[in-house]
């Protein structure tokens, strides 16, 4: 009979974007003699402090490079609207 060990979980906040909803691909790292070993592509994070100008208040955000260009290009508040609607964020 197996014994199955348990795992201490980490309270530590997830690879994934908050605006775009980008995570962490599957994928094998080739070695030069072509053996497989499997890997994880991250995404481009950041943590990153945003002011929210009607609210009058700062909001830090876990986006990646392709978020800062949304935020950007669409502004602040479409993009966390955006981001909930998708199911990203649960509050704004």
């Known amino acids: 009979m197996q014994t199955v060990q348990k795992t201490k979980t980490c309270r530590k906040m997830s690879r994934i974007c908050q605006v775009t909803g980008k995570k962490g691909l599957v994928g094998n790292h080739v070695s030069h003699s072509n053996k497989k070993i499997k890997r994880v592509f991250y995404p481009n994070l950041f943590k990153k402090k945003f002011y929210l100008a009607d609210e ?15 935020i950007t290009k669409k502004g602040l508040r479409a993009a966390l609207q955006e981001a909930k609607r998708n199911g990203y964020i649960q509050k704004i």
């Not at 009058?56 to 949304?70: C, D, F, P, Q, Y």
């Open 56 to 70: 009058e208040r700062w909001i830090t955000l876990n986006v990646s490079a392709a978020g800062m260009k949304i």
